[in-house]
């Protein structure tokens, strides 16, 4: 069984900054690809991006090049960072893996952007 706890989130200002952590069980974690998704009210959940167990990252057009995935295999932790931030990056984030063909979410931590 993995658990997934999503951290870091809050309310910020367009144009600033933060840092979304995502802490793992498991002593494999640093074979599992991770992925970070969104939800914003009304609509349906959106990848935002991945990084895989080697480290390669990809993203969603629309956070390229404001928002970087990294991870710590050593802290069994994955991370989002969030810069030039905009109102419609409001959503609850989660993190995700897919391991064994079971997926696994975490519950998610809220991020508010004022305008």
């Known amino acids: 069984q993995v658990q997934l706890v999503e951290s870091g989130g809050g309310l910020v200002q367009a144009g600033g900054s933060l840092r979304l952590s995502c802490a793992a069980n498991?002593?494999?974690?640093?074979?599992?690809?991770m992925g970070w998704f969104r939800q914003a009210p009304g609509k349906e959940r959106e990848l935002v991006g991945g990084?895989?167990?080697?480290?390669?990252?990809h993203y969603a057009d629309s956070v390229k090049g404001r928002f970087t995935i990294s991870r710590d295999n050593a802290k069994n932790t994955v991370y989002l960072q969030l810069n030039s931030m905009k109102p419609e990056d409001t959503a609850v984030y989660y993190c995700?893996?897919?391991?064994?063909?079971?997926?696994?979410w975490g519950k998610g931590t809220q991020v508010t952007v004022s305008a």
């Open positions: 990084i895989t167990a080697r480290g390669f990252t």
């Open positions: 995700a893996s897919r391991i064994d063909g079971i997926q696994y």
């Open positions: 498991g002593r494999a974690f640093s074979t599992f690809d």
